[in-house]
């Protein structure tokens, strides 16, 4: 049985850190190729694993040296059947690699957990299609029957819940709550908005959280926005409004660019750390239940670091 399964320790309170932009990080700062940007790729080889034992091991450091918590995020955003088949998986290859992203992470977990920071496993589903865009949307129960399958393999493993990152629209969202509560496995949505804080289908965060939790009987364990700047999306987060304690996480982008503008990035726009980091302090004085900070694209760990100082100076 999955360690924090049964109760997840972030929704106790507590700051818990995540990591930084992962693929942004391998591809504009290391210069390592990732095919579709599927980080779980590196996993192929010794070479590979060693790169992301040593990146998470720098961020799970960060947060036992603090004396916070961690979420563990797997590489697995991209494996699932739609983006492996891109890049020559297999069905078998695929399930592997999902096996092998939650053992790389319970390894990272035994060495560097303590009881002042716990470290939960997060398994993550990455939209079928593009982050960015709807696109062609499947229905909700075409969402749960695609995203079933990944769910089902994370299920089997250590990971303690799964984290939808990157979601555009609330068809996939849906799908995916009710395809976690088939396979008995705690959910967090995270969606990404544009530079007016709603939903590139153009709904409010208000609207695709009620969304959500009518037709799933509030089954994510709660929510997250990421792959965006606190200045697009603080705005639509409104104190003394009851939808926004189902949000408990923020994974931000270094720049203020939009999706757009970030899709023709030839240089990284790492933005200010420091700046990013007082910002998200901010937010914490203001809804002191959101408790899960870290980064998206362009950030790294100087970003989570001053997330880190920064809001626990506030507390």
């Known amino acids: 049985m999955a360690k924090y399964r049964a109760h997840l ?8 850190l995540t990591d930084g932009g992962l693929e942004t990080t391998l591809y504009f700062r290391d210069g390592i190729e990732i095919p579709c940007f599927a980080a779980f790729d590196l996993l192929k080889d010794e070479a590979g694993t060693q790169r992301l034992r040593d990146y998470f091991g720098l961020y799970a450091g960060i947060a036992r040296s603090n004396g916070v918590g961690f979420v563990l995020e797997t590489v697995t955003w991209r494996a699932n059947a739609d983006w ?3 890049i020559g998986y297999s069905s078998d290859a695929l399930v592997a690699a999902n096996h092998d992203a939650v053992a790389l992470l319970t390894d990272i977990r035994d060495v560097y957990e303590t009881e002042q920071s716990p470290m ?6 990455g939209p079928r299609g593009d982050g960015y865009t709807p696109g062609e949307m499947m229905s909700e129960a075409e969402a749960e029957d695609y995203h079933r399958t990944q769910i089902q393999i994370l299920g089997d493993t250590e990971a303690d819940f799964v984290s939808a990152l990157t979601l555009s629209n609330t068809r996939e ?3 995916i709550a009710r395809a976690a509560q ?3 496995i705690p959910a967090v949505i995270s969606f990404t908005v544009e530079t007016d804080g709603r939903l590139p289908t153009g709904q409010s965060l208000k609207d695709a959280i009620a969304e959500v939790d009518a037709a799933t009987n509030e089954g994510p364990a709660y929510y997250m926005i990421n ?5 697009h999306y603080e705005p639509a987060l409104a104190a003394g409004e009851d939808w926004i304690k189902r949000l408990r996480g923020l994974r931000s982008n270094a720049s203020k660019l939009s999706h757009a503008e970030l899709d023709e990035a030839e240089v990284l726009d790492e933005g200010d750390p ?5 910002r998200h302090a901010a937010l914490k004085r203001r809804f002191g239940h959101i408790n899960v900070l870290g980064g998206c694209c362009g950030t790294d760990h100087r970003h989570v670091e001053q997330i880190c100082g920064a ?3 506030t507390a």
Do not use: E
Not at 274 to 278: E, I, K, T
């Open 311 to 313: 809001c626990c100076a």
């Open 9 to 16: 320790p972030q929704l106790d309170g507590g700051l818990f």
């Open 274 to 278: 420091v700046d990013l980091g007082q």
């Open 182 to 184: 088939g396979v008995g």
């Open 227 to 231: 792959c965006a700047h606190p200045i």
């Open 84 to 86: 492996g088949r891109k």
């Open 120 to 125: 939960p496993i997060s398994g993550c589903i």
């Open 173 to 175: 969202a849906i799908g």
